[in-house]
């Protein structure tokens, strides 16, 4: 398989949107708040992260209880 | 789809930015032959019959190398049916032993055992059934009477020679509504990967408009997809969507989580990582766009400098929002978004840029209490991947009230 090369016309670079964890509509990469919910993107998703951490945790102690068992 | 590709589980042919940067042709869809043992209502090269001038056994084993030495990961053969051409076997055959996958998408009349036998031998990886609807609703849209029972013998066959089985379904007026009892028949039948396309007004389809959907429908569409994904993916099964559904709105993570909730539709992929082949060698940047879009044919050029020098293999890397038109112009998408699958615009606009069967845009219109419909304006003329031509009619929502 031939190693990529590198063109001097490269096909388009997509431009990337970041997610708003509040109402999952994407929004432009560079807002601090939701175009679409107006919520705040960055506590929407510590907020968002918190949560799954807990589920993660939820599950692996769940997976040990039923090791257990 | 595109993203780092970060995760050796990912199929080949998803691209990443290397593959943008380097203006790989990760996904190569081939139609070897174009003919056919189906009559779809839908289909957009109208097969039946093979073409005059389909290339020889020697030009395409020849085009398997040319493909091979562009770089691409995944060729998938399709037609017409790819098994109706003798050669099919060798082409399968060279393809991986030129260092790339091999999928075969086929409508599975005739997929006999042995058929599949014969291309599980000659290296064949993965091989996609088109199952529209159920029953009597698959056997209408495909033209032959017991099609549908046809369709999932062949995915048994598949799946007894151990390759990987995957599903392709049209989304139209007739499919809509079955689609979650689809979803069950196919996962009992072993489908793991289930790909879904609306039905776009080419070819026989621009004959049957009253089997496409209409753009307000994408308010139905995109919450019952982003469902299934959900359900399916609790189940074992992969639902990808093509190109042509979207965009964005509150379903789009859902609908487009591939192990990654930040990935989203980024535009029309035609010619930067997706390359489309013609059974008589010419070269367009996505196969299902008409010929206006051929960037030329390898019995004239080498397929390198088509892909890398001819013009109508540039218009996605080279287009700006200045291209965009109508509703699409002025969205706020539209830097991203590039008004979505140029194929589906162009078959129902007449040109790229504007394009109506957009969730986003129909939760748009209707918030002011208004919606889309296309209207046929002009007919297709009968030739393989031709288009008619459509006009939108924005009218008040049924009870709704007008803010226009």
């Known amino acids: 398989m ?68 | 789809m595109t993203g780092a590709r970060t995760s050796e589980t990912l199929p080949v ?40 001038d389909e290339l020889s056994t020697a030009e395409a084993l020849d085009l398997v190398d040319q493909i091979a030495e ?79 029972e046809m ?58 408009p009253d089997m496409l959907l209409q753009p307000w429908q994408m308010l139905e569409v995109m919450p019952l997809l982003a469902d299934l994904a959900r359900k399916g993916r609790e189940r074992g099964l992969f639902l990808q969507p093509a190109s042509n559904i979207g965009y964005f709105g509150p379903h789009e993570s859902a609908l487009r989580n591939v192990m990654n909730e930040e990935i989203h539709f980024h535009g029309c992929n035609a010619g930067d990582t997706v390359m489309g082949i013609e059974a008589d060698g010419t070269i367009k940047s996505c196969p299902g766009l008409p010929s206006p879009y051929a960037g030329g044919n390898v019995r004239e050029r080498r397929l390198r400098d088509i892909w890398e020098n001819a013009e109508p293999m540039a218009f996605n890397r080279r287009r700006t929002l200045d291209d965009l038109w109508g509703y699409c112009r002025g969205c706020y998408y539209a830097e991203t978004c590039m008004a979505g699958c140029t194929w589906t615009a162009h078959a129902l606009m007449g040109r790229a840029g504007n394009n109506p069967m957009c969730h986003h845009r129909a939760l748009d219109f209707q918030s002011r209490g208004l919606r889309e419909r296309l209207v046929k304006v002009k007919d297709a003329e009968g030739r393989s991947f031709d288009h008619g031509e459509f006009e939108i009619v924005v009218e008040a929502l049924a009870d709704a009230p007008v803010h226009a």
């Open chain 1, 2 to 69: 031939p190693t990529p090369r590198f063109m001097p016309e490269p096909g388009r670079i997509p431009v990337p949107l970041r997610l708003c964890r509040g109402c999952q509509h994407f929004v432009r990469i560079e807002n601090e708040a939701c175009d679409f919910c107006g919520g705040d993107l960055a506590a929407l998703e510590a907020a968002h992260q918190l949560r799954s951490a807990e589920v993660q945790d939820m599950i692996a102690r769940l997976q040990a209880a039923l090791a257990v068992h």
């Open chain 2, 13 to 52: 042919r998803y691209s990443g930015l290397d593959d943008i940067m380097g203006r790989i042709p990760v996904s190569v869809v081939w139609e070897i032959t174009l003919a056919c043992d189906l009559a779809c209502q839908h289909c957009g090269s109208r097969a039946g019959r093979r073409r005059r």
């Open chain 2, 70 to 148: 562009l770089g691409a990961r995944s060729v998938g053969l399709i037609g017409g049916e790819a098994y109706l051409r003798k050669d099919w076997l060798q082409i399968i055959a060279a393809i991986r032993a030129a260092g790339m996958e091999c999928d075969l998408q086929t409508g599975g009349r005739n997929l006999s055992e042995d058929r599949v036998a014969q291309a599980a031998a000659a290296g064949l990886n993965a091989v996609g059934i088109s199952i529209d609807g159920i029953g009597a609703t698959h056997d209408r849209l495909r033209g032959v009477i017991g099609s549908f």
């Open chain 2, 151 to 208: 369709a999932l013998a062949a995915m048994r066959h598949v799946r007894a020679h151990g390759l990987e089985v995957g599903v392709n379904t049209q989304i139209n007026a007739l499919t809509l509504a079955q689609l979650p009892e689809l979803m069950d028949i196919i996962i009992d039948a072993g489908c793991r990967n289930w790909q879904l396309a609306i039905t776009t007004a080419m070819g026989n389809a621009a004959d049957h």
